[in-house]
C-alpha cells in the first residue's frame, strides 16, 4: 500500500506532535503547520492525503481556508477543533469538510478515522460515483441533466431558463446533501454569468414554483443561513 500523507495544521505545537506521533506510528508520512500560510505553503509543496484542520489559528479562519481549499480541491479534511458551536459543525461540514471532530480527542481515535476515511476513498476510486444522467425528485419531476429538460411524472416538459438548469443540476448532483449558497452562487457566476446574489433567491423561488407536485412535496429544502438540497426519490 502507498505511503499517506497526512497534515496536521495546528497551532498547539505539543498537540500536533502527539498526533503525529501516533500517524508516524502507524506508517503515515505527516507534515505539521502551525498558520494558515504554512498550511497553504504545504498544500503547494507535497500531494496530501488527509489533512487535520484546526479552526482557530493564529493568522487565520479555517473555515475561511476550508472554502478556498474546496475552490480548487477535493483531499480529504477533517476538522479537528475545541469549538462548541454547532454553528461552526454546520459551516465546516457545509463547506466540505469530510468529519468533524470536538477536542479532546485522543490521537488514536484521529488515526482510526482518518484510516477509515482513506478507505472509503480508496474504494470510491475503484467504483466511481458518476453524477446522473436522470435525478427524480420526491414528488415525481424527472430532471434529464441530458437533455437538459424538467419532466412531469406523465413525461410533460416545463420549460427552464439556462440559469435555472444550471442552479437545479448543481443541487442534483449533490444527490440531497446541502449545498452552501455561495456554492450555488459561484456555480451560477461562472456557467450563466449571475453577478447579483439576490438572483440566486429568485432563482429558487421561480423553481419551487414550476416543481410544485400534485402532493405538494417540497422538492427544494432550505437550511437557514446554511443552504439548500434536494429531496430525491
Known amino acids: 500500500m502507498a505511503q499517506h500523507t497526512i497534515l496536521i495544521v495546528?497551532?498547539?505545537?505539543?498537540?500536533?506532535?502527539?498526533?503525529?506521533d501516533c500517524?508516524?506510528?502507524?506508517?503515515?508520512?505527516?507534515?505539521t503547520a502551525t498558520t494558515g500560510a504554512a498550511f497553504k505553503a504545504a498544500l503547494r509543496?507535497?500531494?496530501?492525503?488527509?489533512?487535520?484542520?484546526?479552526?482557530?489559528?493564529?493568522?487565520a479562519d479555517g473555515i475561511e481556508l476550508l472554502k478556498?481549499?474546496?475552490?480548487?480541491?477535493q483531499v480529504l479534511l477533517m476538522v479537528v477543533s475545541g469549538s462548541?458551536?454547532?454553528?461552526?459543525?454546520?459551516?465546516a461540514l457545509t463547506f466540505g469538510a469530510d468529519d468533524f471532530l470536538t477536542k479532546p480527542v485522543s490521537a488514536r481515535e484521529l488515526e482510526l478515522r482518518a484510516r477509515n476515511l482513506l478507505a472509503r476513498q480508496q474504494q470510491l476510486v475503484r467504483q466511481p460515483l458518476l453524477p446522473p444522467a436522470?435525478?427524480?425528485?420526491?414528488?415525481?419531476?424527472?430532471?434529464?441533466i441530458h437533455r437538459q429538460l424538467l419532466l412531469d411524472d406523465s413525461g410533460n416538459s416545463q420549460p427552464l431558463t439556462q440559469a435555472e438548469f444550471v442552479l437545479l443540476r448543481r443541487l442534483a448532483y449533490a444527490r440531497g446533501a446541502i449545498v452552501s449558497r455561495q456554492d450555488l452562487f459561484d456555480t451560477l457566476s461562472r456557467?450563466?454569468?449571475?453577478?447579483?446574489?439576490?438572483?440566486?433567491?429568485?432563482?429558487?423561488?421561480r423553481l419551487r414554483r414550476?416543481?410544485?407536485?400534485?402532493?405538494?412535496?417540497?422538492?427544494?429544502?432550505?437550511?437557514s443561513k446554511v443552504g439548500f438540497r434536494v429531496n430525491l426519490a
Open 10 to 20: 495546528e497551532d498547539d505545537k505539543l498537540l500536533a506532535a502527539v498526533n503525529a
Open 45 to 59: 509543496e507535497h500531494r496530501i492525503s488527509l489533512i487535520l484542520l484546526d479552526l482557530n489559528l493564529p493568522d
Open 84 to 91: 462548541q458551536e454547532e454553528r461552526d459543525r454546520i459551516l
Open 23 to 31: 500517524f508516524i506510528m502507524s506508517g503515515y508520512k505527516v507534515l
Open 191 to 205: 456557467e450563466v454569468g449571475v453577478t447579483n446574489f439576490e438572483t440566486l433567491s429568485t432563482l429558487i423561488y
Open 134 to 144: 436522470t435525478a427524480i425528485f420526491s414528488n415525481g419531476w424527472q430532471l434529464d
Open 68 to 73: 478556498d481549499l474546496r475552490q480548487s480541491s
Open 210 to 223: 414550476k416543481l410544485q407536485g400534485k402532493c405538494g412535496t417540497a422538492v427544494i429544502v432550505t437550511l
